[in-house]
């Protein structure tokens, strides 16, 4: 009777769950609504489980919430459309300020004439490869695919792009993968036990050494063209598969009973062979079923192991499919020796290498906007510095390059109780980025330097005929005088203005043509 009744009720609310889940962006604000809906569509959970998870959303008033939700987007469709990209979130109103939203979540290094040498606040990439990007993390719920505790124990992944977090222990790796996910901030730390496995998250710890193995999640629907074949398609290409096969082993029975051999190649096999070999390693490969594959690794540092190192190692090394490595830093400890040692390891690797700083909440938290943005834009100096120092040694792990490292750094609070989801939507964006699955639609920018300054009206185009030539000014000398040097009042000031560059007491005549 129980059973009926909650098969009753499951499939009832079905829809309305599924459409919870797939817009986890949409349903943030009551992470414990996003929970449930998940854990109900879990087919692995059990029955009282998701009895107890149904009157609970029932008593969170989830009914209302998903009704005002529906009404809101699309109603027929189980997902929001790809494109227009949802509207921007409402500006906060009047006396209610968010300082986490007024920090910037992606930093570039200043440009080395700059005399402030400080982070310069990176451009947001488009909306619509934001949300492409969330689109793949969000549009269906993570799938926990393996966890392995060595290299050759990881099962084989010959189409998926995979991307890796990498990290000291506890600086908050899976809770940045929970987080990717749509778990909100509090929800995304507090994943414990058998129900965070259960909900296909990753298990996070206040203890350091929570993660001891390699743990697999998949992300978003494979391409079509890949791994999300039709039926009718599977169904054709199967068809021609075994046509080509009977007519091989066809044409061997006829040169066999001419007394001929079976065509042979180089390598002593026959082509029915290599065929056989081929459809055996079809079977043995599952078809791609996530756009993206995310690893979870055991942290380095405290509570780790020294075999673990030798396995992150093999599989940096050897993994076919992965596309690049996230390290993540903590940004209230900063850089440490043993993220310089990652670092060798990845150039040593030549993977692609992006470096994402966690717990950025714990910065503003307490202090003014200004001085938690001047500690992020301290550390992210000191990785660029050090990042610039170990690239000396290689010629194709470079800034920027193919297989370098990115020199855009990303702030993330994945764990933020609060304000959770700070620099999510980026991070996605540069881990999709790094998989290959969105663009960089963005326009290099001069820092400092606006392309079309507010209120300038933009430039009319004429044809070549038309345009009116100035006449030539005459060439005129010019004297340009240097200020007289600032009065010095402080000892470092002191030794500034000895340095040749800064004395500024000869005038210098300078020819200049306009
Ligand atoms: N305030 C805050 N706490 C965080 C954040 N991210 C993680 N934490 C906390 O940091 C602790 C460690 O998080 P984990 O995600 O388990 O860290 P990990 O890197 O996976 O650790 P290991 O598995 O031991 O390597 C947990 O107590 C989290 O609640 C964050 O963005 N803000
Ligand atoms: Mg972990």
Known sequence: MTHLRLTATVTATAPALRHIVSNPPVFRSSPAVFLCAHRCLSTSAP???????????????????????????????PLPPLSPPPPPPPPPKDGETDSSSTIPTSYLPPPSNDPNQRAVPAVAPSAS?????????????????????????????????????????????????NALAGLSGSAARSSHGLQARRANSAITSRKAGCTV?????????????????????????????????????KEE???????????????????????????????????RAHALVMVDMPGYGLGSEVAW??????YLERRVMLKGAVVLIDSVAGIKDLDRAVF???????????????????????????????????????????????ERHSETWTEGGENGWENEIFVTGAGDPKNGGL???????????????????????VPGLEANPAGAAPPKIVSFDDIVWAPAKP???????????????????????????????????LKATF
Request: with cysteine; aromatic share 4%; charged share 35%.
């Open 47 to 77: 029955r009282h489980r998701r009895e107890v998870d149904i009157r609970r959303m029932r008593e969170r008033g989830w009914g209302t919430a998903y009704k005002q939700r529906k009404s809101e987007l699309e109603p027929s469709s």
């Open 129 to 177: 490869s934001l949300y492409h990007a969330t689109h793949i993390f969000s549009s269906r719920p993570p799938k926990f695919l393996y966890s392995a505790g060595r290299f050759l124990e990881l099962p084989r992944n010959p189409h998926t792009p995979e991307v890796c977090l990498i990290g000291r222990s506890n600086v908050g790796k899976s809770t940045l993968i």
């Open 213 to 249: 193995t390699l743990n697999g999640y998949g992300f978003g629907e494979p391409p079509a063209a890949i791994g999300g074949l039709k039926r009718e398609q599977k169904q054709e290409q199967g068809e021609e598969e075994q046509q080509e096969e009977e007519e091989i082993e």
């Open 253 to 287: 029975k006829e040169r066999e009973g001419a007394g001929g051999k079976a065509k042979t190649t180089q390598s002593g096999k026959s082509r029915a062979d290599r065929r056989q070999e081929a459809k055996e390693a079809r079977l043995r490969d599952p078809p």
């Open 309 to 314: 190192g030798k396995e992150i190692q093999k």
């Open 344 to 390: 060798k390891s990845l150039r040593a690797a030549g993977l692609k290498t992006a470096v994402v700083l966690t717990k950025v909440d714990k910065l503003i938290e307490g202090k003014d906007r200004e001085r938690a943005q001047g500690r992020i834009q301290e550390v992210c100096l000191s990785i660029w510095n050090e990042l610039r120092r170990i």
């Open 423 to 445: 620099g999510i939507e980026e991070a996605r964006w540069a881990i999709c980025k790094m998989a290959g699955l969105v663009e960089d639609t963005r326009e290099a920018v």
């Open 475 to 509: 060439v005129e000398e010019k004297t340009v005088v240097q200020q007289e040097p600032e009065k010095i009042t402080t000892f470092e000031g002191l030794r500034r203005a000895t340095t040749p560059k800064q004395s500024g007491v000869r005038q210098k005549r």
